[in-house]
């Protein structure tokens, strides 16, 4: 087993990390990215649903705890971290 053997496992080695990276870590990092941008788009009067499936109404914005107001009475106000929230509906948006 001489140098080239070595020098071949390195560049292996190296090809599966850069391999790696472009399959699972950069796309992950996009996401992050994506949905950071989502959060801090968040404003007072749109529609949300939160991680635990429930949807409610933004009603007030502090830092970062929100609170939402959820059900058709519109009784039941929660506070709840920003990161809960995994899809915003605009309160502005046009539906067709």
């Known amino acids: ?3 080239n053997y070595w020098l071949m496992v390195i560049g292996l ?3 599966y990390a850069v391999v790696l990276y472009f399959l699972s870590i950069r796309p992950q990092k ?3 990215k994506k949905m950071q941008a989502m959060l ?3 404003e007072v009067g749109d529609s949300v649903e939160t991680s635990a499936g ?3 109404v933004v009603i007030d914005i502090s830092g ?4 939402v107001e959820f059900g058709g009475d ?3 106000r929660i506070p ?3 990161q809960a929230v995994v899809n915003i509906e605009k309160a502005n948006s046009v539906e067709e």
């Open 80 to 82: 709840m971290r920003r």
């Open 30 to 32: 996009k996401q992050e």
């Open 13 to 15: 080695l190296v090809v």
């Open 64 to 67: 970062d705890i929100l609170i």
């Open 1 to 3: 087993m001489g140098n």
């Open 40 to 42: 801090d788009s968040l």
């Open 74 to 76: 519109r009784h039941c």
């Open 54 to 56: 429930l949807f409610g």
